[in-house]
């Protein structure tokens, strides 16, 4: 989700064609902006009129009198009215834009690639998705509201100014190109720093989400110095880059006052002058200098908007940078209701890079409808990676993959994936229902749900539950048993009955009597489906039709159990020591 540097334009253009259909609040938005400003102008209009009118000339004083305060109240009706208009349409079009990005991030996240998330850390997507998006809007929106309304009120004021006395309002033009030189040099700097704060905030994000998600082994080995030690370190370095950022972005308005200073020094002098020749009254004089003093406030405003808006760009990097992130492959336009669960690999190879070492060579398996084939081996021979080539969670690097004699990259995406039930070890809940997990993408059909949870021998469980199958099962079933949580996921397969399934070490982190409960589930959920088992508890296994031994991405091995055995190879090797560690046992 790393964007390259120098995106600031494209990135903005970006934000515009988000914007695009909502042109008409934008009118209107400016439009009200308009107003405030133009009613900035006003009040030096009044003091010029008071001054040369109302005081000391008696034919003025009477209509001075009304006017002036009615002409004040009036004027700060419509600025009022102006100025809760344009913050209303800009609240709406910045709302709107928001939810617009966020359903783009959250669709990108669903669609991303395997590969995206063993990339990204979840902290860094939650940052992205739930927090950043939430503040460039609202910094890019201030950003934008100031930089019109300020501008504008810039505008009025330095045209009333120019037509009060254009000799010197030249004197004012004179301090702009300084001020644009030292914020353009100003802004290289803060943007970098912003890029690392950001890296930096990500980082910190991430420490807390480990020590949350693994507060039992900080607990029990002690860790909690370790963690604290790691996030104070981390908290210090974000508040060096902090303290970086305020430096480099608070030299702007010291500098634009020092400035402005100067010009209003020169042009006092020059005013004075002026009157002393009767160029100049004193009504203009004071009009001309409460006009210029309006005009500090909102350039000094427009300085300020620097430092926001290199924050706002980096995050709009972040955003844009997970919106552009490319999406699985579509799959062809093959559909396929119900496969008959025929699965073939033909000369299958796989690695994640070139430079890798191969983690798949040369696989060859065709497993035949309802056929169950084991997938046995020492770790990190290639057995998971095997079975994640089949849903398309990644793709061969050479060779092909075939359902019914079809290659897999033919089918529509989603009806391949519709084929495939999968229960692994590291069971997957969301924090929801009974109900609601067993019959996860699909609607929910009640006679179905407990149909399923019966195979998975889980009805006296839900039965003494409170709520029963509308019990919440908590973040990722953490008030449910290892083997409750394990016999749900069992009953999702059961749900959804599609003709493919997988078993991914589904009993390997279970106790006895747990492992009895879920082999009986599975035993059921296996029947009549085309079945891969990965096992390292090769008991589980040994009534498989057909055991395919991997050994560093090569199928050396394959058989029955007994014919495997009897060959005395790496299986036979394996089934000892599980059977001598069994009997120490």
Avoid: C
């Avoid at 290659?407 to 995406?413: D, H």
């Avoid at 469980?461 to 990722?476: E, F, I, K, R, Y």
């Avoid at 009534?543 to 009897?566: F, K, N, P, T, Y």
Wanted: no cysteine; hydrophobic share 45%; net charge neutral.
């Amino acid at each position: 989700m790393k964007t390259p540097p120098g995106r600031s334009i494209s990135l903005l253009k970006a934000l515009a064609l988000e914007v695009k259909p909502h042109l008409w609040a934008v009118v209107l938005g400016v439009l009200a902006m308009g107003v405030v400003a133009a009613s900035e102008a006003g009040i030096p209009a009044l003091l010029k009129s008071v001054l040369d009118k109302g005081f000391g000339s008696k034919d003025h004083t009477t209509h001075m009198k009304y006017f002036v305060p009615i002409a004040v109240v009036g004027l700060a009706l419509v600025r009022g009215a102006a100025q809760y208009a344009s913050n209303y349409l800009l609240s709406w079009l910045s709302n709107t834009v928001l939810l617009n990005l966020r359903l783009k991030m959250f669709d990108r996240v669903l669609h991303a690639s395997a590969s995206f998330f063993q990339r990204e850390t979840a902290s860094t997507i939650i940052n992205a998705v739930v927090f950043e998006v939430n503040q460039v809007l609202q910094i890019l929106t201030g950003v934008a509201i100031t930089l019109v309304r300020e501008s504008l009120t810039v505008i009025f004021l330095l045209g009333y100014l120019f037509y009060l006395n254009w000799r010197l309002t030249l004197i004012i033009a004179v301090i702009m190109p300084p001020i644009g030189y030292l914020v353009s040099k100003i802004n290289r700097r803060l943007r970098q720093l912003n890029r690392d704060y950001q890296n930096l905030t990500n980082e910190l994000s991430y420490i807390v989400e480990e020590t949350a998600g693994g507060y039992k082994v900080v607990k029990v080995h002690n860790g909690q110095k370790y963690e604290m030690t790691r996030f104070e370190s981390m908290s210090r370095r974000l508040r060096g880059y902090s303290m970086r950022m305020t430096i480099s972005g608070g030299l702007a308005q010291p500098l634009t006052q020092f400035l402005a200073s100067i010009a209003l020094a020169v042009v006092i002098t020059i005013a004075v002058l002026q009157s002393a020749n009767d160029q100049t009254t004193v009504g203009g004089f004071v009009s001309f200098v409460t006009a210029m003093l309006l005009v500090i406030s909102p350039l000094k405003h427009l300085m300020d908007v620097n430092q926001p808006l290199q924050r706002g760009i980096t995050a709009a990097e972040l955003i844009y940078g997970l919106i552009d992130e490319p999406v699985e492959p579509p799959g062809g336009g093959t559909p396929l209701a119900r496969s008959r669960g025929k699965v073939a690999f033909e000369h299958v190879s796989f690695n994640f890079s070139q430079r890798d070492r191969p983690i798949l060579s040369d696989i060859n398996l065709t497993v035949k409808p309802g056929e169950m084939v084991a997938l046995a081996g020492a770790s990190g021979g290639g057995k998971t990676t095997l079975v994640n080539l089949l849903p398309r969670f990644f793709d061969p690097t050479g060779g092909r993959i075939l359902i019914d004699d079809v290659p897999v990259a033919e089918y529509v995406l989603a009806d391949l994936r519709s084929q495939i039930a999968f229960v692994s070890q590291d069971v997957v809940l969301f924090n929801d229902t009974i109900a609601a997990n067993v019959a996860y993408g699909q609607d929910i059909d009640l006679p179905k749900v407990k149909a399923a949870i019966a195979a998975a021998n889980l009805t006296d469980m839900v039965a003494s539950l409170p709520h029963g199958l509308d019990t919440q099962v908590g973040d990722n079933g953490m008030r449910l048993s290892g083997g409750q949580r394990q016999r749900v996921a069992i009953a999702r397969a059961i749900y959804k009955d599609a003709p493919i399934l997988i078993l991914d070490e589904a009993t390997s982190a279970l106790d006895s009597e747990s492992e009895r409960h879920v082999q009986a589930a599975l035993e059921t959920l296996m029947v009549g489906r085309t079945t891969l088992v990965i096992a390292h508890r090769l008991s589980t296994i040994e009534r498989a039709d057909r055991i395919l031994v991997l050994d560093d991405g090569r199928i050396v091995e394959q058989g029955s159990h007994l014919e495997l055995l009897q060959v005395n190879g790496l299986y036979a090797n394996l089934h000892k020591i599980q059977f001598k560690q069994q009997e120490a046992a």
